[in-house]
């Protein structure tokens, strides 16, 4: 295949195989060479055994979204195979374990049953035996793929015997076997892979040198079959450079941190709870060997004291946020309204996952929008934004808490899976121009202090339960400017008013156009539009479809509420109705009903997936194609089903 600019692979197997520190150790080894690292999990809602894997993408320039065609796929056991052979492309290399040739899928009693069926069913018709060396037939015939048969147990004995240890210990490193073919195929410098060894495994010395013992063996088996190298990745033209390595949950933690949080509240939830565990991992900060203070993380026996006790935080003054998934959320509307009708500064981090109910913990979805537009009785201003890449999601988790005290309301971050568990390499973010805003604070408070005092606008003064000679009242209930149930028809008027206004200051204050919501693209073809991680996906198949003849546009809608009306209207008037195209990843395409809901111009054309998988760049392309040149009116996008 020679030199090439990127590299795809796919690593799979069994969930607490090793996978995720396969991945951190490549990552890290190939983001010190310079490259750019793009990878996502796809893992089942157990602990142990279910089928896992991780795509990654390894480039000169960041990607934010998967593709087909791996150029790799590395196997740890059978269902891997047997799982992603389909997935193979012309040069595809298949890393797997000879010793795992015979298996079938009835062998493989943790592959779903209709998986089970896909998967005889492709071979049967093609004249394939229903096992690891079928698949790899059928894809070395039928797609064009390369096989890598690698006797996995023998590759660990030579370990033992290198080493003098038991073969028991010796497979403690099995995943180094897909993770090391992988480097070798690329042509990474075992000096790399070093180097991510040991920032994976600090301090423990012994198990750097097993694992580069490992892949030492792996390399020189690899160069045997002639395939060293053999998807040898281009020299980045910048070499290397300074980065981090975070997933879309640590970098809102540390934009979180950045903004001047200093009370997070969570209940363990997939995939929110990585974000606080972020925070407890950096819970005391330093500079300059001097203590800055710290963020205090509470965790909470449910989701409706996480978030009350986040309430409670805000009452006093501290910058406080709670994160959770949808399920999560649900239990905390009531307490969402309570904060709504007091004017709590609240943030609530809301990272969907498939619903309704339990639904696919482990899985990402589109599908929580309504909720977080919509939940709670009654009326009440609440800010809502989304974040389509890491990058947005820094800044935005400090835009949220900065927002929810000037507007005093809460405000819901909303973020999805595919982006909570995606890791890229990311230059530091520029803190320059970032700002605290605390909003409206009470100047001198004393004995007659009003918290809900309107007689300036819709923001009231605000000062802090527990400040020194001020006394207020909160409750649920409708309260005159003091905090006092009032029911009264004249003081409800007044005080509803008030609050609900507070979302058209908003409307005045945030722009529409590049901060409610930003255009990429100039094309005149088509329009898509999309919100959230869409982005990624969306941004690079507008560069495979322009290499194609067709140019389009992407509107990437980042603020719910308050709606970018104006601004959505006009960019929707230059494309005729049949060239507009809503991308989300769920059934109903809430965002697409906003829009209307909000400029009186339906789209009728729509790109959905709700398989709990990710949004591919190649699919999403095709899928844009059929609509602009066949007249298709609904694709529905099934990659890696």
């Known amino acids: 295949m020679g030199v090439v600019r990127e590299v795809r692979f796919l690593v799979g197997g069994p969930q607490g195989s090793g996978l995720e520190t396969a991945a951190q150790v490549l990552t890290v080894a190939y983001a010190m060479e310079g490259y750019r690292v793009y990878s996502t999990r796809e893992y089942f809602s157990n602990i142990k055994g279910r089928h896992s894997y991780i795509n990654v993408r390894v480039s000169h320039r960041q990607a934010w979204a998967p593709r087909e065609e791996p150029h790799v796929i590395a196997a740890i056991d059978a269902e891997t195979v047997l799982t992603h052979f389909r997935e193979a492309a012309p040069g595809t290399v298949i890393v797997y374990d000879t010793a795992a040739s015979k298996v079938g899928p009835d062998r493989v009693p943790s592959m779903e049953r209709e998986e089970k069926a896909r998967v005889k069913e492709t071979l049967s018709r093609a004249g394939y035996p229903a096992s690891v060396e079928g698949a790899v037939r059928y894809a070395e015939a039928e ?3 390369r ?27 099995l995943n180094t076997i897909p993770l090391a073919a992988i480097a070798s195929l690329t042509g990474l410098e075992l000096d790399a892979l070093r180097a991510g060894f040991e920032r994976r495994f600090r301090g423990r010395q012994g198990v750097v040198e097993g694992n580069m013992k490992l892949a030492e063996i792996v390399y020189d088996t690899v160069a045997s079959a ?9 020299p980045p033209p910048e070499g290397p450079s300074e980065y981090f390595i975070v997933s879309g949950n640590d970098v809102v933690a540390m934009g979180k941190v950045a903004g001047g949080l200093r009370l997070q509240t969570y209940y363990p939830i997939t995939p929110a709870a990585d974000e606080s565990f972020t925070l407890e991992a950096h819970e005391n900060l330093e500079a300059d060997g001097e203590s800055l203070g710290g963020v205090v993380v509470f965790q909470t026996e449910d989701e409706i004291a ?13 910058r406080a946020a709670t994160a959770t998934s949808g399920p999560g959320f649900d239990l905390m509307v009531e307490a969402l309204g309570w904060a709504g009708i007091n004017e709590v500064p609240v943030v609530v981090t809301l990272y969907q996952r498939g619903g309704p109910s339990t639904g696919m913990p482990t899985r990402g979805s589109q599908q929580d929008l309504a909720a977080a537009l919509f939940s709670g009785h009654g009326e009440f201003p609440r800010i809502v934004l989304s974040s389509g890449d890491h990058e947005e999601a820094f800044y935005d988790a400090i835009k949220a808490m900065n927002w929810a005290e000037r507007y005093q309301t809460p405000v819901i971050h909303v973020l999805d899976k595919f982006l909570a568990n995606s890791i890229v390499t990311l230059p530091p973010p520029s803190l320059e121009g970032v700002k605290i805003d605390r909003g409206l604070l009470a100047a001198n408070p004393g004995p007659d202090y009003r918290r809900f005092d309107k007689s300036g606008g819709p923001i009231s003064p605000r000062a802090f339960v527990g400040q020194e000679g001020v006394v207020m009242w909160y409750t649920g209930d409708e309260h005159d400017e003091y905090g006092h149930i ?5 003081n409800r008027l007044r005080m509803h008013e008030a609050r609900m206004r507070k979302l058209e ?18 094309g005149g073809d088509f329009l898509l539009v999309g919100w959230g991680s869409v982005k990624g996906a969306a941004l690079e198949a507008l560069e495979t479809l322009r290499g194609e003849g067709l140019r389009g546009a992407y509107l990437h809608l980042r603020v719910f509420e308050p709606f970018p009306s104006g601004y959505v209207s006009e960019v929707l008037s230059s494309y005729p109705p049949g060239r507009v195209i809503a991308v989300e990843a769920s059934y109903n395409a809430m965002a697409a009903r906003l829009v209307a809901q909000h400029t009186g111009r339906r789209i009728e054309r729509f790109i959905l997936k709700w398989t709990g998988r990710p949004i591919y760049v ?4 095709r899928a844009v194609t059929r609509i602009v040149e066949g007249g298709s009116v609904r694709e529905v996008l099934t990659y890696g089903a």
Do not use: M
């Not at 096989?147 to 490193?173: C, K, M, N, V, W």
């Open 306 to 318: 996480a978030i009350s006790a986040a309430i409670g935080g805000a009452l006093a003054g501290a």
């Open 143 to 145: 797609l064009g793929a």
């Open 147 to 173: 096989p890598l048969p690698l006797d996995y147990q023998a590759l660990l004995r030579s370990l033992a015997g290198e080493l003098g240890i038991p073969a028991t210990r010796a497979r403690r490193f």
């Open 618 to 621: 190649g699919e999403l392309a």
């Open 226 to 234: 002639g395939l060293r190298g053999a998807l040898k990745l281009e």
């Open 486 to 490: 009032d029911e009264d028809p004249v």
């Open 505 to 522: 200051l908003a409307a005045e204050e945030i722009p529409e156009e590049g901060e409610r919501a930003i255009l990429y693209g100039d």
